[in-house]
């Protein structure tokens, strides 16, 4: 299902939201309707947590169903819920600590920035079970706002250059298109979020960019 949302008045859904095939995160501060909608549009079940006390844990928190990368800002009572999701869990200590902004990862490869020492790329792969790829789109580092990903499609920047999406393709299994959200905006990863089973979207996005994220991420009848 794909839904047209603001979170906290805010268009940028995918900075409050990290979605996998199994779950979604959102924050403490998200409204019960909210996070309802949200659940239904994603198919998934959602788990209310902070990082560090924020909200914005789309930027925070990079996951799939194996595991979840998380900004080392945790505190001891967010490490302990953690704990309990049953997903393997780095506190990623990098000074680009940022996982959801700086990781884009599907069930079966993980894209991240390639500042990331060797031995963050390695805890990274273990953590989320797959192999990691260090790559750029539209020639930013920030690949988990620059795209988003899941099993049937990729969307990412519009300035992505012909090689850094077959970079993308080859990481992440899935074929990448380019495009936009929220009437414009080249960081999908800020104004979506989305699994197989749907998406939430930016309020501001336009006909046709729902039309793009459908085709891209495979939710056009038959894809």
């Given amino acids: 299902m794909l839904r047209l949302m603001e979170l906290q008045g805010n268009p940028n859904v ?32 959602g788990i209310r947590i902070s990082v560090g006390g924020s909200n914005v844990v789309g930027s925070l928190i990079a996951a799939n169903k194996y595991g979840a990368v998380v900004a080392d800002i945790l505190t001891r009572e967010e490490t302990k819920r953690f704990a309990k999701t049953g997903l393997k869990i780095y506190e990623l200590s990098e000074l680009l600590n940022a996982a959801g902004n700086n990781i884009l990862c599907t069930d079966v490869g993980a894209l991240v920035n390639p500042e990331y020492s060797d031995e963050a790329v390695k805890t990274i792969s273990t953590t989320l079970g797959v192999p990691v790829t260090r790559g750029t789109l539209g020639g930013i580092g920030t690949v988990g ?3 988003v990903a899941t099993s049937r499609g990729v969307l990412v920047h519009p300035k992505a ?24 905006t080249a960081l999908i990863g800020a104004g979506l979020a989305a699994n197989s ?23 056009l009848p038959g894809s």
């Fill in 14 to 45: 995918g900075v409050y939201l990290r979605a996998t095939e199994k779950t979604v995160f959102f924050g403490e501060s998200t409204t019960k309707k909210e996070a309802v909608e949200v659940e239904e549009a994603l198919g998934v079940a």
């Fill in 161 to 184: 250059t012909g090689e850094e999406r077959e970079v993308a393709r080859r990481a992440l299994g899935a074929d990448v298109m380019l495009g936009t959200v929220n009437h414009g």
């Fill in 197 to 219: 089973k749907g998406a939430v979207i930016g309020r501001g996005s336009t006909g046709i960019e729902l039309g793009r994220i459908e085709e891209a991420l495979g939710f």
């Fill in 145 to 147: 706002m620059a795209g």
